[in-house]
């Protein structure tokens, strides 16, 4: 039987308990989870801008529309998570857009 070298073992934590495991190369080069900004407007799936209603230094409120993104021939307004001021827009109307595109910047 061959010894596993303890070094490549891992420690997870569910629910307080602690887990020794070893984990896959696959998931080593996994792409690790960030916590979102809540200052940043990306889109969430692709599609294309069909209307901006906003410029750079715009102050909003909580739920005012941003954007109109067409995705899948359904219209998506997008909207102020909070309330702030538009610091930047990085789409124009007519562009198309891949997933996880940075749309807007809130400061």
Same mark, same amino acid.
């Given at each position: 039987? /061959?010894? +596993?070298? @303890? @070094? ?17 190369? /696959?998931?080593?080069?996994? /792409? ?10 990306? @889109? ?6 069909? +209307? ?11 739920? +005012? ?23 930047? &827009? ?15 910047? &809130?400061?």
């Amino acid at each position: 039987m /061959k010894e +596993e070298n @303890s @070094s490549n073992y891992q420690v997870f934590v569910v629910n307080s308990a602690k887990y020794l495991t070893l984990t896959t190369k /696959k998931y080593d080069r996994r /792409k690790k989870w960030q916590r979102l900004d809540p200052n940043e407007i990306k @889109s969430f799936i692709p599609g294309s801008i069909i +209307e901006v209603f906003v410029k750079p230094g715009q102050r909003l409120k909580a739920g +005012e529309v941003i954007l109109v993104l067409d995705a899948m021939k359904m219209y998506t307004r997008v909207t102020m998570p909070h309330d702030g001021v538009i610091k930047t &827009i990085e789409v124009k109307k007519g562009d198309r857009i891949p997933k996880n595109t940075l749309m807007a910047t &809130i400061e």
